[in-house]
């Protein structure tokens, strides 16, 4: 069994930076990748960016690539979205997810576990 935990939302100005963390627990050690997904009002969940634990290889989204980093923390079993230059149609629920096979990272299908969302608020 595997727990997300996210932290970091809040409300922000246009312009301004946020730093998403996750911390993950449990059957850590069963997760290979981890990645970040966002879910605005009356909108789908669309993937925002994917890391892979043991290479730290990370994928983004075209439209947040050169504003967004994702990282990772090996040691504390903990994943980073660094948000940069936000727009305010960044404003979404932020859910951080586990996948045990790092295959389709950019598919929802892909991952085994998921947190509670975070909310990011991006005014103008």
């Known amino acids: 069994q595997v727990q997300l935990v996210e932290s970091g939302g809040g409300l922000v100005q246009a312009g301004g930076s946020l730093r998403l963390s996750c911390a993950a627990s449990g059957r850590t050690y069963s997760i290979t990748a981890m990645g970040w997904f966002r879910q605005a009002p009356g909108k789908e969940r669309e993937f925002v960016a994917a890391?892979?634990?043991?290479?730290?290889?990370?994928w983004r989204a075209d439209s947040v690539k050169g504003r967004f980093t994702i990282s990772r923390d090996n040691a504390k079993n903990t994943v980073y979205l660094q948000m940069n230059s936000l727009k305010p149609e960044d404003t979404a629920v932020y859910f951080c997810?586990?996948?045990?096979?790092?295959?389709?990272?950019?598919?929802?299908?892909?991952?085994?576990?998921w947190g509670q969302g975070t909310q990011v608020t991006v005014s103008s």
């Open positions: 890391v892979a634990w043991s290479s730290g290889s990370t």
């Open positions: 997810a586990g996948a045990r096979e790092n295959l389709r990272l950019l598919s929802q299908r892909q991952y085994d576990y």
